[in-house]
């Protein structure tokens, strides 16, 4: 039985069901993505570090009757991301849709004049060698379906540096740079690649910023396909 509120996508309406693959799952905006993709008849793959957490979420995904499994591995590990996407396909179905959306750590956030070369390794890795990773493992598959949705997610520094929070700021710009290139050179290839700015804190209470809000957002960016970035409220002067 077809559970309540479940609404077959045009994009999907009499194909084999394809999967939305959330790099980053968690209880906020991730369970909220995933559930607006799950409904609209996506099988979904979630993964993030913690294997508990996953197992959490897909419980929490299956009380509203959709498929979904964790897949645990780090976004700083290209290797295991690859592996994870891969496993997902093989067990969910090719993978329609992949949102690159997981929280940047604390330590990404000093100050300019205080970050060193180093301090750059990670939020790069995280910021543009795990999006690399992630859409080389799902375009083989998203090539051969003949469509595809890469959806990237960033705090307002991807546009605006912060200086305060130096490595966040540079690794988001390297990541909207990605994307950009993304969207003009796969749209020839019916893969839309797109980003979404959220300029404050995620918060359910957010007219703009909640996670159910967010997730609408980012359905209809996949649904919509109209143009590169996109901005869940204005960035403040």
């Known amino acids: 039985m077809r559970a309540r509120g479940r609404e077959p996508p045009p994009l999907t309406q009499g194909l084999t069901m394809t999967t939305f693959a959330l790099v980053g799952a968690g209880p906020g905006l991730g369970l ?13 793959a979630l993964i993030a570090r913690n294997a508990e957490k996953l197992d959490g979420l897909t419980a929490e995904l299956a009380r509203d ?17 690859t592996t994870a996407l891969n496993a997902a396909a093989d067990a969910l179905g090719p993978i329609q849709i992949l949102q690159y959306s997981p929280v940047p750590h604390a330590g990404f956030m000093k100050p300019v004049l205080e970050t060193s070369t180093d ?3 990670a939020p790069l890795a995280f910021s543009l060698k ?6 080389n493992a799902v375009l083989p598959g998203m090539r051969e379906l003949g469509r595809g949705t890469l959806l990237f997610v960033n705090g307002s520094s991807a546009v605006r540096p912060n200086p ?19 969207h003009d050179a796969l749209a020839p290839e019916n893969i839309h690649a797109a980003q979404l700015i959220v ?15 967010l997730a609408r957002r980012l359905y209809d960016i996949h649904q919509q396909r109209n143009g590169f970035r996109h901005y869940a409220e204005p960035l403040p002067d």
């Open 119 to 121: 301090d750059l390794d």
């Open 32 to 44: 909220a993505t995933a559930r607006r993709f799950g409904t609209a008849g996506h099988a979904v």
């Open 130 to 135: 795990g999006p690399v990773a992630g859409v």
């Open 65 to 81: 009757d959709i498929q979904a499994r964790g897949f645990p591995a780090d976004v700083l590990d290209a290797a295991a991301m």
């Open 164 to 182: 305060n929070v130096a490595g966040t700021s540079i690794a988001f710009a390297a990541e909207s740079a990605y994307t950009r290139m993304l």
């Open 199 to 213: 300029p404050g804190a995620i918060r359910p209470d957010a007219e703009h910023s909640s996670p159910d809000v």
